[in-house]
Structure formats: C-alpha cells, structure tokens
C-alpha cells in the first residue's frame, strides 16, 4: 500500500518486476533471492500455522502468492484504489473493509516503509486478525530512499520489534537479508552503476551481486543489526483483545 499526499490516495500503477523469479543480471538479484528463501523458511516451518483466509496488505502485484497459498486457502489483496490486483480497496489511511477477528494471516511485503502512521496501519492488521493468528512483516533496516510515491521510514531490528509490540503483536521469529558488508556493497553498486558504460553495466551488476551472494553465503543464519531487510513473524495475542484510543 503506498502512500501519496493526504489528498490524493491512489495506487501507484508501474512495472514492478517477478520479484520471485529476478534476471541474473537485476539490480536486486541477490536480496530478492534471499527474501524468498527466508519467507520460504516461515511457509515451511511450524511457525506459520495454516489456516483459510491471508490478507496481503498492501499487495502490490501479489509476488509470494503461490508461496502463501501452500498453507492459505484463499489469499486476498488489499490495496489503494487502481490496484486491478486487489480484490478490497483500502481507505485513505489504511482502513479495512473486514470485519474484526475474522483473518488468519496478514502479509505485508517492504509496505511498511512508504505508510504514512505505521501504527495506525499495524494496528488494523491486528483488528482484522483472529486471536492467535500471525503477521508476515517485512521492511527495511538500511536501503536507498525509494518512493512509492513516497519513501517515510527504515528501522533498526529493536525499533521495528518496538513498533510492532506497541501494536499489540507478540514476536514470534526475526530475520534479516544482508549484513553491513552486503548492503554496503548493495548501496555502492546503486550509486555507481548509472556511471559505468551501457555496455559493460550489465557485467558490473551481475559481478557485485554475485559478490554479495558469496558474502551472505558464509553466515546464512546469522541475525545482523545492520540488515538491508528485516522479516518479523509475530503474533496476536489470544488473550483478552486490547483496546486502541
């Protein structure tokens, strides 16, 4: 879901690439890669309980759909409206069309970072999620500044955990993609790369996130505090529903 001005609140409709399947020689070969394989991790483990109904929120053109769908039987998109991907439209601030308790799963996918009031949006997932049922959650710790029309937030692990418990969540599991030497390398090869010649900058890209991958390869488990993507799986308590003012 992406935010514009508080007058005007439309999907932004652009290519958006196979963010499941990149080229080799994408720009964000590597970090795709490796988000699919964490959240991949979280579809396969006993983590993620299996239920009817996922909210993808903020769903963009639904990249992890086929993923999701092998534990969620239907999977639903929420979007602005001028999302022909979104089976609900959202309201100017995120609201919901859903009615309390009644999703198992929400899914938000690098959505954070562009909602004007993360709690706000945080706490709408709660609402419509059923006592004891998970949030998907991934966003940025260090990246470049990408609007989509805009660009609000990054977060550190402890911050983004913060704002997701001040929503009423339970962590349950954190990962990250890329420590600081690979996203170092990420946001050099984004500065640089316009000045290497056409000819060549395919090579170039393809050489650097090659580089990366062989960097992550040899701490594949270890959580940095200096990560480029953080995926949080948290929960909503089963306890006596909390009361937002």
């Known amino acids: 879901m992406k935010v514009a001005t508080p ?13 499941v399947r990149p080229n080799r020689f994408h720009s964000r070969y590597a970090i795709l890669k490796l988000l699919l394989e964490k959240l991949q991790y979280l579809v396969e483990s006993e983590l993620l309980v299996p239920g009817e109904k996922l909210l993808d929120y903020g ?31 959202v309201g100017c601030q995120g609201q919901l069309p859903i009615a309390d308790a ?43 500044y990408h609007p989509d029309p805009c660009d609000y937030w990054r977060w550190t692990a402890a911050g983004l955990q913060r704002e997701i ?5 339970e962590i349950v599991s954190v990962q990250s993609v890329f420590g600081m030497a690979s996203a170092g390398l990420q946001l050099w090869q984004d500065a640089t790369e316009e000045k290497i010649p056409g000819r060549l900058r395919k090579f170039y890209i393809w050489l650097l996130q090659r580089a990366i991958a062989w960097i992550e390869s040899r701490h594949p488990e270890r959580l940095s505090n200096d990560a480029a993507v953080y995926i949080i799986l948290a929960k909503k308590s089963r306890g006596e529903e909390k009361v937002f003012s």
Do not use: M
Request: proline share 4%; glycine share 8%; hydrophobic share 35%.
């Open 59 to 89: 769903c963009g053109n639904k990249p992890y759909e086929s993923l999701f769908k092998q534990k969620f039987a239907r999977y639903i998109g929420a979007d602005f409206p001028g999302n022909d991907r979104a089976e609900i439209a």
């Open 7 to 19: 007058s005007r609140y439309t999907y932004k409709v652009q290519e958006r690439g196979d963010r």
């Open 165 to 169: 418990v001040q929503a009423g969540f």
């Open 102 to 144: 009644s999703i198992d799963c929400v899914l938000s996918s690098q959505v954070l970072e562009h909602v004007e009031q993360p709690q706000v949006y945080l706490k709408e997932a709660y609402r419509v999620l059923k006592p004891g049922s998970a949030l998907v959650l991934s966003t940025h710790g260090i990246w470049r």
